[in-house]
């Protein structure tokens, strides 16, 4: 019998809740620098360090993930205890699991696939199992609490220029000074990759007074690795795929994957600096999060729109020209290309960052839910938070009641066949998600979910001498008394138009949207008005505002008190 061979894993858990915990800019960025250098730097060094191979030993390694081969139980320990000790040395509060995988014969079929689900099962029952790292930095009464997150302070940080007029320093958490300690490198990557559009300093993200969290996502890239084997068999035509081919599969894919997502997002940012002057958008993009098949970024809100339409449509022809990404993309969805979604929260600067990327979050879950049977499309959901109350997405959704019952035009209209409710249908005071498709490129069913009829609206706001800002709130104020008010007002506002074509365009799109009848899920077919998404986009303006702070240089750390 042949020598046991064990995949190993290690993968960083709570990755958003330890990115956000502190609402600091240079925090938040120099937190995701650690996640990214976990998978991507510091397991490779721990491999060479404990005498392995880098190339023979990492199968793969990612922003927070590594997956290894070794030859032994004890090999496998070894590495995980250097990656974890560094961990705690170097960042502090950030949660590392790693475990070893039962063993398999390498030459024996194809036990290497079950062994690697047996690993990632082993991986999530250890980290559910681990105490969560918070408990380690328990709070007595004579404690210095962190100003930022509320931890036992282990050093004193000063921010702002060094000298006379200085801020007072303010205790700090060894885990925010370990961020702050990382956020030069973050800075000097991003800039690296992603061009002068990058803040020169990480506090000082410029903003015409809304910000946006965009948080884009692939889809269906799980299921890429859900029977991954099955896959790799239709593409190379082999019965079985030996331990050499799935390494080859894993490994191109993922660095694939990861460059085909960093080179979306500088396509993107390239069409950004296309359609603004560079002097104007200079300072206004910040990226966070970039790896695999996640971005999460923050910028000024007037960017974001374009920056997910110009994303979405990069990634798509990105991941078709990757030779290993293509090929189990198609095998897996019938396509050769993998499409993305975005969800884009709205804030002001001082809303805190974590609940902000949760409704992001969640925007991109709304923004998935359109198929048409195997097929997934590009879209966005976005939301305008006006309140300082954290809610989830369900309960800031607005909606207009329907005044009357029964037979309701509209809520015939918006029932299936033959059935007529004796109650009032609710009207959405939004219109996402939207489809970056076209509409003669999406299903006839989806048509009025296509961001283009969103654009023509935008338009007719900054362009039409029919539809002028006093007009606009106008239908907005009769819509917030009753939808038979709103209809009367664009009655009133119709005949404005000379053209018959345009006057006929413009009765659609700011009427009441439905998905045909019968069509939709029903969470999705309701009606909806246009205006008010349209409304929240054409008042952001790219204007020059004060930054986030002022310039600051690099923090100074001393220990506590």
């Known amino acids: 019998m042949s020598q046991l061979t064990h995949w190993v894993l290690i993968e960083t858990g709570g990755n958003q809740r330890y990115i956000f915990a502190s609402n600091r800019l240079r925090h938040v960025v120099g937190a995701s620098q650690l996640v990214h250098e976990v998978g991507t730097c510091w397991v490779r060094e721990a491999v060479t360090a404990c005498g392995l191979s880098d190339h023979e030993n990492v ?24 990656v ?114 990058v803040p020169e300093h990480l506090d000082t993200l410029r903003h015409s007074g809304w910000m946006a969290v965009v948080h884009a996502d692939g889809n269906g ?42 080179e979306a997002v500088r396509d993107a940012i ?21 790896g695999g098949d996640d971005v999460t970024l923050i910028c000024d809100a007037v960017l974001a729109v374009s920056f997910v339409r110009a994303f979405a449509e990069a990634f798509a022809r990105r991941t078709a020209t990757k030779q290993h990404l293509s090929a189990i993309a198609r095998a897996a969805t019938g396509q050769d290309h993998l499409t993305a979604s975005a969800g884009i929260a709205i804030v002001k600067h ?40 954290w809610q989830n997405l369900a309960a800031m959704r607005e909606y207009l009641p329907v005044e009357g019952s029964g037979h309701d035009a509209a809520t015939d209209q918006a029932q299936p066949a033959g059935q007529h409710l004796d109650r009032p249908r609710p009207v959405a005071r939004f219109g996402g998600p939207y ?3 076209t509409s003669a490129d999406l299903p006839e069913h989806l048509h009025y979910r296509s961001v283009e009829h969103l654009k023509q609206v935008c338009e007719w706001l900054d362009t039409s001498d029919w539809l002028s800002a006093a007009q606009a709130h106008a239908l907005r104020e009769a819509a917030d008394r009753s939808l038979k008010e709103y209809r009367q ?18 009765r659609t799109l700011l009427d009441l949207r439905r998905a045909p009848t019968g069509e939709g899920s029903p969470d999705s077919d309701g009606p909806f008005l246009l205006l008010f998404d349209a409304l929240n986009l054409h008042g952001l303006r790219l204007e020059e505002q004060p930054l986030i702070l002022a310039p600051n240089e690099p923090a100074v750390h001393r220990s506590a008190a």
């Not at 299921?223 to 191109?252: C, K």
């Open 270 to 290: 390239g069409r950004l600096a296309e359609q603004w002057p560079e002097a104007s958008l200079r300072g206004r993009v910040l990226p966070i999060v970039v």
């Open 350 to 389: 001082h809303h805190p960052f974590a609940s902000a990327y949760d409704l992001a979050e969640e925007l991109t879950v709304s923004a998935k839910k359109f198929r048409d049977g195997g097929r997934s499309f590009s879209g966005f959901d976005f939301h305008v938070v006006h309140s300082a109350t």
């Open 84 to 197: 974890t000790t560094r961990v705690l040395r170097e960042a502090p509060g950030l949660q590392v699991t790693g475990v070893v995988g039962p063993g398999f014969d390498p030459g024996d079929g194809e036990a290497h696939g079950q062994a690697l689900t047996d690993t990632y099962a082993l991986h999530h029952r250890v980290r559910a199992a681990r105490p969560d790292p918070v408990q380690r930095d328990r709070v007595f009464p004579w404690h210095r609490l962190c100003r930022d997150t509320g931890r036992p302070a282990a050093y004193e940080e000063i921010y702002g220029p060094v000298g006379e007029g200085q801020e007072p320093p303010v205790p700090a958490s060894a885990d925010v000074v370990a961020r702050s300690r990382a956020r030069d490198r973050a800075l000097h990557r991003l800039r690296e990759e992603f061009g002068v559009l």
């Open 59 to 82: 199968v793969m390694t990612a922003s927070g993930k590594a997956l290894l081969l070794v030859d032994s139980v004890e090999a496998g320990h070894r590495v995980i205890r250097e």
């Open 489 to 506: 007002q664009l009655d009133l506002l119709l005949p404005r138009i000379s053209e018959e074509k345009e006057r006929k365009s413009a």
């Open 435 to 437: 489809l970056l498709d």
């Open 221 to 262: 890239v799980g299921g890429l690795f859900r029977n991954f084997l099955a896959h790799v068999r239709r593409v190379t035509g082999v019965d079985r795929v030996p331990l050499e081919i799935h390494v080859d599969y894993q490994r191109e894919l993922a660095v694939e994957l990861n460059d085909a997502t960093r």
